[in-house]
């Protein structure tokens, strides 16, 4: 049996080598030879044995000229080689640039430039797309930097750039590189004839602030400020200080406080408004946790999540946000116009319970909440596995009790006809990667507008996740699309400034003419 590529892309470089050899054959059993047999015996027989002899050296060499050569491009058949420096090779050229810029007295700085949403894109390519697409963004990476400075692939999300040294490289010029590299990397990709949108966060760290002169140590300086920007984002830009470096360190403690938080009342419920796009008015509200911590302030999922799977606290967490959104709801009962019903992500391990349903048919019961007022968001690592007998069942149960369902990340993932039919959804929501650029980018509106209409078509409306601009706002209504929500709506609010938020929205709402609707839909 064939063996994989992954495989001969593992062996060691010598055996590849080999390998290669073995394919090209014995360079006297090849077919070629056989050309020369007859020239061979006229000359023996003429000219003697120094005829012979000149003919067989003769053919020797034109059959090692015409041999089969190892393609650079064929992996198969040679050294397929990085399209650039990898961690090991960044740290030892960090090394040589940290000893030229201390010799000359002249600064550097290490950048790391990353996607915000890999594994996303990752899903939504092939291997070989995925690497042309690499190969694309580090190619933009390159087009911004000097001649002199070098990038690597650290991983395959994030290129580190590695500047060569100057005269005292400063925190406004780096900030000004950091954002001509995002608006080189942000533009639109294309690849195998369609268009890629993606954000870029940046970290960076001036020689000046790196906790050590060592490759390593600033290595590991700039990639904690592009995880504190890719936590900050989407599109963030972060520089490495002390309390970044603190934040680092403090990564590890985080999943042994969490426990003790979620016990305190610390992990809440924040709240992001959606709005329909026909009306203008509030239509949901979409519960996001956050960490309310004494030291490092407040928290997102990108701290949450990590620490909660590694304390392995998931059912918890669920009960905890499933309680505030009930919270919240009674709450909201008092304003004028309630904003709606509340969506809440359920992951795997509380869909896979099999008394999910009869608690939370106890919680509605407790509260006195009618079912209709949640919406439970299904992501696709649930929808994935509906053939499990009992996450059908629970998910099932729930939209005969009267929970709506909501399919999350659709585009990004397999969701079959069948899959809709079976949750019983009446939403599914346009992940951000196909929200990003839609206001400019005409591939992107092509493949947001199928998404409308495919939805269309099976009676579901749809919302947008991720709305970052007023323009991406006005062209999805344009298109067709229902609801959106995100920054350029709202950041997520805490349940006490909601309510204020709500009705200032209503205030501008009655000033501006509108068609008539009702909110909630």
């Known amino acids: 049996m064939t063996k994989s590529r992954a495989q001969k892309r593992a062996r060691p470089f010598m055996f590849r080598r080999a390998e290669g050899k073995k394919r090209t054959g014995p360079i006297l059993l090849r077919r070629e030879m056989v050309a020369f047999l007859p020239a061979a015996g006229l000359a023996g027989l003429w000219f003697g044995l120094d005829g012979f ?33 990898q961690r090991a090779e960044a740290e030892l050229m960090l090394d040589e640039t940290i000893r030229e810029a201390l010799d000359s007295a002249r600064g550097t700085a290490c950048l790391i430039v990353g996607l915000d949403d890999a594994e996303t894109l990752r899903n939504q390519m092939s291997r070989p797309e995925f690497d042309e697409f690499l190969k694309a963004f580090g190619e933009r990476i390159r087009g911004v930097l000097r001649n ?9 999300e994030r290129y580190a750039a590695i ?7 400063d925190l406004e010029s780096m900030i000004q590189l950091s954002a001509r590299l995002q608006a080189a990397c942000d533009a639109p990709f294309s690849i195998s004839a369609r268009s890629i949108n993606i954000t870029s966060h940046v970290g960076f760290c001036l020689l000046s602030r790196a906790p050590e002169h060592s490759g390593k140590a600033f290595l590991a300086a700039a990639e904690a400020a592009a995880d504190e920007a890719r936590r900050n984002g989407p599109g963030a830009i972060r520089a490495f200080t002390h309390e ?3 934040a680092a360190k403090a990564q590890g403690a985080l999943a042994e406080a969490i426990g003790p938080a979620l016990e305190e009342g610390r992990i809440v419920a924040y709240f992001q408004p959606q709005i329909c796009t026909d009306t203008g008015a509030v239509s949901g509200m979409q519960a996001a946790p956050r960490w309310l911590d004494r030291e490092r302030g407040v928290l997102g999922e990108a701290e949450i999540a990590p ?14 946000m499933l309680f505030q959104c009930f919270n919240a709801l009674r709450d909201w009962e008092q304003l ?76 990004t993932g397999p969701v079959s006809v069948a899959a809709l039919r079976r949750t019983g959804a009446e939403r599914i929501r346009i992940h951000r990667s196909f929200v990003t650029h839609v206001d400019r980018d ?37 298109l067709g699309c229902n609801h959106v929500q995100g ?35």
Request: with cysteine; charged share 25%.
């Open 442 to 478: 005409p591939e992107q509106q092509r493949l947001v507008a199928a998404i409308v209409s495919f939805a269309e078509g099976l009676g579901l409306q749809t919302v947008a996740d991720g709305v970052t601009t007023i323009g991406e706002h006005a062209m999805l209504a344009q």
């Open 53 to 85: 002899v000149l003919v067989g050296i003769t053919a020797l060499i034109v059959a090692w000229m015409s041999r089969p050569m190892a393609s650079a491009d064929d992996p198969e058949d040679g050294i397929e080689a990085p399209p650039v420096p």
């Open 336 to 411: 004028p116009v309630p904003p709606g019903p509340v969506s809440l992500a359920l992951d795997m391990a509380h869909v896979a319970d099999p008394r999910l349903f009869d608690r939370l048919k106890w919680e509605f019961d407790r509260f006195d909440i009618a079912p209709e007022r949640t919406r439970l968001v299904l992501h696709q690592d649930v929808t994935a596995k509906l053939d499990d007998e009992v996450i059908g069942r629970n998910v099932s149960q729930c939209a005969k009790f009267g929970c709506r369902i909501e399919l999350a990340g659709f585009g």
């Open 163 to 169: 500047l060569t040294p100057t005269q005292r490289p």
């Open 487 to 521: 920054k350029a709506i709202s950041q997520p609010l805490p349940l006490e400034e909601s309510g204020a938020w709500l009705a200032r929205h209503d205030t501008r709402l009655s000033r501006a003419p509108r068609k008539d609707g009702r909110r909630g839909a």
């Open 148 to 156: 002199s400075d070098r990038i690597a692939l650290l991983e395959r």
């Open 244 to 246: 970044i470096r603190q």
């Open 307 to 320: 620490a909660i799977e590694a304390a392995g606290l998931q059912m918890r967490l669920n009960e905890v």
